[in-house]
């Protein structure tokens, strides 16, 4: 099946022998399954000599929470971690995305869809993703020439879709180990470009990362999925430069379920100002990763020389009341 044709390969050439990016989302406080992710990702950067960057990734648009991001980086800051000036702000870089969608569209990669996510759940005969979901049968692929054809004909609010690739998309994870995802059957087209006129997650790191020069993602295992996605969409786009990923496993609740509200406040603003110091953080925090035989205080010199990789859980860390009492002892 044609799809369009492909970018030119484009090489990109880095200074450093490795670039990371710390890259929070303002739509609500961090929390300690945030945290851990943002630890072990500074403590590799700090063992291999990467260079760190952050971006603030905030295109969730009503999501964002106003004041979110200036305390995000004074939380990362209080733990001990460091970066590179200047910070990247993803709502400023709409006009990059935009150039990126149109080269897609031109080249018959991406193509307008006004379908509603309660049409795709009510498709008929819609296969099933991987998880569960519906995957989104490719309704409007090929349906409109344009996106002011698409809205004339159907009055509908207007997103971009890309085209999933034939054939499955393999990489290796330096933690979940070797990965395979068939993007057709797992989800089929996927937007890049949202009805609200802002660029999808998928479309906004894969550009931001590739500018920046980044190619050391460590990151939750929930986006090991994204991560096939995000090499397809740097395949189209003739970005050649190769990405390593390190995808960990969550933090969860003991109901087996990812943290949340329902187990109670687990942000980081809740903990510190009952006067939970940061060395106290970063002692249970250092425990979830393996580093530390127990729950204890230590400081950010300490988990970076002892770090090591090969001790971190290769299954989900359960937060329970024992973390709790330890990070509101006096």
Known sequence: MHHGRAFRTIVIVSDSPCTTRLAPSPTGALHLGNARTFLVNYLL??????????RVEDLDGPR?????????LDELAWLGLCWQQPV??????????????????????AYPCTCSR????????????GDGATSYPNTCRGRFASAAEALQQTGRPVAWRVKAPDAAI???????????????????????????????????????????GIDA???????????????????????????????????IGPDGRRLAKRHGDTRLDYY???SCSSQRMLG?????????????????AELARRFDLSRLPRQPVVFGREDDDFLLAR
């Open 284 to 300: 249970l925090l250092g425990y979830w990763c393996g580093i530390l035989p127990s729950r204890q205080e230590a400081d950010m």
């Open 272 to 274: 510190r100002h009952r």
């Open 45 to 54: 950067a700090v063992q291999q000599g990467w260079r760190v960057l952050l």
């Open 88 to 109: 990247v702000y993803q709502s400023t870089r709409a006009a990059t995305y935009r150039a990126a969608l149109d080269r897609l569209s031109a080249a018959g990669w």
């Open 118 to 129: 309660k049409d795709v759940e009510t498709a008929g005969g819609a296969p099933q993703a």
């Open 64 to 72: 964002v929470k106003k004041g979110s991001a200036e305390q995000m």
């Open 170 to 212: 393999a990489f290796d994870d330096g933690l979940a180990g070797r990965r395979e995802y068939d993007l057709l059957k797992d989800g089929g087209d996927f937007v890049i470009f949202k009805s609200d006129g802002l660029a999808a997650y998928q479309l906004a790191v894969v550009i931001d990362d590739a500018e920046a």
């Open 217 to 251: 993602i460590v990151r939750g295992d929930d986006l090991l999925e994204s991560a096939a996605r995000q090499i397809h969409l740097r395949r189209l786009l003739g970005l050649s430069q190769t990405v390593r990923y390190w995808h960990l496993p969550l933090v």
